[in-house]
Antibody, heavy 121, light 107 residues
Framework: QVQLIESGGGVIQPGGSLRLSCAASGFTFSVFDMHWVRQAPGKGLEWVAGIRFDGNNKYYGDSVKGRFTISRDDSKNTLYLQMNSLRAEDTAVYYC??????????????WGQGTLVTVSS | DIQMTQSPSSLSASVGDRVTITCRASQGISNNLAWYQQKPGKAPKLLIYDASTLQSGVPSRFSGSGSGTDFTLTISSLQPEDVGTYYCQKYNSVPLTFGGGTKVEVK
């Protein structure tokens, strides 16, 4: 069965950096696009970033562009999100999500349970 | 960027009631729309994709319709386990924007 397990969350000071990881299993990781979606406390879902199955194309939401970097290591079946210059408004649960396909825009059919990032001094 | 607007933002209905949630895109997105259910403290779960296709394992009381800019999610007979927040998402292009959510409660 498909499993997505996020890790790396925690409390970080404003301006700091953090790297999230998402360990994938139960499917052929290298053929699917992957995404990060976040949810601030008591708020709705916000798409953060996506990466194509081959790693050649990466996409970002306006609120994180230039500060966050999505990447993947297919040899480790792991998705990453490098977060720099963190702000209080980046405080959220970060979900890793698997796309339905690889190479074209689609919906997400599996989600991890999320990891909480708190940006606070 | 295309904006997604959901209404209502919350609703309360009785068990057995028919519930309808609407989602409007600021530009046409064909049928590239998904609906997700999120229960408190849990990850979102895919309910419907391509505007009207039920994800495997989702109860048949859930249905979706629409194309272009206007979409609806219908629960034909609300059950206690349907409590949660429902989100639409467009995926025709990046950014993959979500609607603001509709919180569903049972009276």
């Amino acid at each position: 069965q498909v499993q997505l397990i996020e890790s790396g969350g925690g409390v970080i000071q404003p301006g700091g950096s953090l790297r999230l990881s998402c360990a994938a299993s139960g499917f052929t990781f290298s053929v699917f696009d992957m995404h990060w979606v976040r949810q601030a406390p008591g708020k709705g879902l916000e798409w953060v970033a996506g990466i194509r199955f081959d790693g050649n194309n990466k996409y970002y939401g306006d609120s994180v562009k230039g500060r966050f970097t999505i990447s993947r290591d297919d040899s480790k079946n792991t998705l990453y999100l490098q977060m720099n210059s963190l702000r209080a408004e980046d405080t959220a649960v970060y979900y890793c999500a698997k796309d339905r396909t690889g190479g074209k825009n689609s919906y997400q059919n599996y989600w991890g349970q999320g990891t909480l990032v708190t940006v606070s001094s | 960027d295309i904006q997604m607007t959901q209404s209502p933002s919350s609703l309360s209905a009785s068990v057995g009631d028919r519930v309808t949630i609407t989602c409007r895109a600021s530009q046409g997105i064909s049928n590239n729309l998904a609906w997700y259910q999120q229960k408190p403290g849990k990850a979102p779960k895919l309910l419907i994709y391509d505007a009207s296709t039920l994800q495997s394992g989702v109860p048949s009381r859930f249905s979706g319709s629409g194309s272009g800019t206007d979409f609806t999610l219908t629960i034909s007979s609300l059950q206690p386990e349907d409590v949660g927040t429902y989100y639409c998402q467009k995926y025709n292009s990046v950014p993959l924007t979500f609607g603001g959510g509709t919180k569903v409660e049972v009276k």
